[in-house]
T-cell receptor, first 114, second 114 residues
Framework: EAQVTQNPRYLITVTGKKLTVTCSQN?????MSWYRQDPGLGLRQIYY???????DKGDVPEGYKVSRKEKRNFPLILESPSPNQTSLYFC?????????????FGPGTRLTVT | AQSVTQLGSHVSVSEGALVLLRCNYS??????LFWYVQYPNQGLQLLLK??????LVKGINDFEAEFKKSETSFHLTKPSAHMSDAAEYFC????????????FGTGTRLTIIP
């Protein structure tokens, strides 16, 4: 089954404790992206990657890091989480560089930073 | 820069009534437009997309949307609401080549009244 998986689905952590949210897709997609969803703000892009070893900032990259060492994986790293990073996070992937391609979303990771 | 405005953060309709969710966009180039649906505790699922072919786009579950360039609109409609349509709906725009970023609206929560 074609899918985007994220782990963990739920995470409660404390300020400053480094964490990684994993994202993996089994569709051989070149493009992957991370979004955060906050009430009243919709989804905002954090980082994206157009291929292995190619990443760039989205609209809200502060406090986040990413890496793309393999085509299928695109982890999101919070080196020193803060309460304002409490949010619902989605990973997405799509087939190629043209904006007409559908983006496939993972199930989401709900992060709470206390 | 691209942007999306969804009028009405909450919409309620009776079961069997017409569903109309409004979306207006701005884009410096001919856009690609999408409607996604999010059911509780799930990721986003594509309902339909406009990619410069037919201006009336049909999607899943009897939803459709019409691209109107003169009005910069891409409103979502369904002739007859079903209880299972209760969800949050997001309109999104992409400018295509390069970053595949989807710029999302803030979402509309649809409630179906029995």
């Amino acid at each position: 089954e074609a899918q985007v998986t994220q782990n963990p689905r739920y995470l409660i952590t404390v300020t400053g404790k480094k964490l990684t949210v994993t994202c993996s897709q089994n569709m051989n997609h070149e493009y992957m992206s991370w979004y955060r969803q906050d009430p009243g703000l919709g989804l905002r892009q954090i980082y994206y990657s157009m291929n292995v070893e190619v990443t760039d900032k989205g609209d809200v990259p502060e406090g986040y890091k990413v890496s793309r060492k393999e085509k299928r994986n695109f982890p999101l790293i919070l080196e020193s989480p803060s309460p304002n990073q409490t949010s619902l996070y989605f990973c997405a992937s799509s087939q190629g560089l043209a904006g007409s391609y559908e983006q496939y979303f993972g199930p989401g990771t709900r992060l709470t930073v206390t | 820069a691209q942007s999306v405005t969804q009028l009405g953060s909450h919409v309620s309709v009776s079961e069997g009534a017409l569903v109309l969710l409004r979306c207006n966009y701005s884009s410096s180039v001919p856009p690609y437009l999408f409607w996604y649906v999010q059911y509780p505790n799930q990721g986003l699922q594509l309902l339909l997309k406009y990619t410069s072919a037919a201006t009336l786009v049909k999607g899943i579950n009897d939803f459709e949307a019409e691209f109107k360039k003169s009005e910069t609109s891409f409103h979502l409609t369904k002739p007859s609401a079903h209880m299972s349509d209760a969800a949050e709906y997001f309109c999104a725009v992409s400018e295509g080549w390069g970053n595949e970023k989807l710029t999302f609206g803030t979402g509309t929560r649809l409630t179906i009244i029995p």
